[in-house]
């Protein structure tokens, strides 16, 4: 089984929920539920910069999907009130592919890179003088008539957004100077933007109901947002539109969820672990292999959950299941004893 896809393009396009999921997008920092902490250190950074006649300096969020990283990158702009350009890293294959996005670039306006870390090391390097003294050199022509070009930029605040900071080289990450590290809602903000959520999407529902959903999100708001819509169809199709506990309960049981908020890969994947690897180490590639799914599937969606919430831990040698993953899934908490009958050491 295949996870809905949860990286989405920066403008929203293609998803499944596409006009819904823009719609639930706060516009302004002000609308966003939590991070208060990253919110008023962007607030500081703003007012400084705004003081001292100087654009902001750049920044990196960093963290799982469906965190809110792209929700941040497009209300920076709209709270400063300039122009705001788009690229994904991974269509920045070379040099040439960011120039027209750095030329383009209006004086304290933002420039936007999701993914950065997929950006080729060549554009990386390129980028460097680009942050950091806002110019770029380039060669035009080639050969005999080659002429190097130093071409000065507006001053621009670039911001870029991962969910693989490890990936990318110090050189890039030192020349950001806020870096935020986005970790999972605690389960009342997802309840609060999910209360908001519902007024949006104009939806009736109950507010212990909202609860149960939000505990099964994962700390997640784009999860939150998902289930929501899976919940209201429930109730659209079945009931009489109105969200109350016991559909919701129905609803997130028929979406695979379990009282933890783990879906059915989650499961899957924690199963594998234990089932034929004795409980680990093992490698995250011989889990995917085992799964048949995408080691970056895993490295992004379904592992930071379950170490946030202590199911597994990360070791020199792999991923080992820890006691509460074998408590959740009934199974007895045995990992020698099983890697002893699996491997026979
Ligand atoms: N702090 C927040 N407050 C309200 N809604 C949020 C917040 N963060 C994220 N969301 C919701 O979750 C969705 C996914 O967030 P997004 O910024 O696209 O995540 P990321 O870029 O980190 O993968 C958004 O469309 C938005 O509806
Ligand atoms: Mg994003």
Excluded: W
């Amino acid at each position: 089984m295949t996870r809905e896809p949860i990286l989405q393009p920066p403008d929203d396009a293609g998803t499944s929920d596409g006009d819904d999921d823009r719609a639930l997008r706060p516009r302004r920092m002000q609308e966003m539920v939590g991070q208060r902490e990253v919110y008023e250190r962007i607030e500081i950074a703003v007012d400084a910069a705004g003081k001292r006649g100087e654009p902001l300096g750049h920044i990196l969020f960093d963290g799982p999907p469906g965190l809110g990283k792209t929700t941040f990158a497009t209300c920076i702009p709209r709270d400063l009130g300039v122009s705001c350009q788009i690229a994904s890293g991974a269509a920045l294959k070379a040099p040439k592919d960011i120039v027209p996005y750095l030329t383009n670039a209006e004086e304290g306006s933002v420039l936007f890179i999701d993914e950065i870390h997929r950006m080729q090391k060549a554009v990386e390097e390129f980028m460097y003088p680009a942050m950091e003294d806002f110019s770029i050199d380039f060669t035009l022509d080639k050969g005999a008539f080659a002429k190097p070009i130093n071409f000065a930029l507006k001053r621009f605040c670039l911001v870029g957004a991962t969910t693989r900071a490890g990936l990318l080289t110090n050189p890039l990450r030192e020349r950001f100077g806020i870096f935020h590290h986005l970790d999972f809602y605690p389960p009342d903000e997802i309840s609060e933007i999910l209360i908001r959520s519902a007024k949006v999407l104009i939806i009736e529902a109950d507010e212990d109901a909202l609860v149960e959903i939000a505990k099964s999100s994962r700390g997640t708001p784009r999860i939150a947002n998902r289930l929501l819509k899976r919940v209201r169809d429930y109730a659209q199709t079945l009931g009489d539109g109105r969200i109350d506990m016991d559909c919701a309960v129905k609803a997130l049981a028929m979406e695979g969820i379990d009282s933890e908020g783990l879906d059915s890969l989650d499961r899957k994947y924690l199963t594998t672990l234990i089932r034929h690897y004795g409980g680990g180490p093992a490698g995250v590639e011989a889990i995917a292999a085992s799964l048949n799914e995408e080691r970056d599937t895993l490295v992004d969606m379904v592992e930071p959950y379950l170490l946030k919430i202590g199911f597994i831990s990360r070791t020199s040698k792999g991923r080992k299941a820890n006691r509460p993953s074998y408590v959740h899934l009934g199974l007895e908490f045995e990992p020698e004893e099983a890697q002893k009958k699996l491997f026979g050491t």
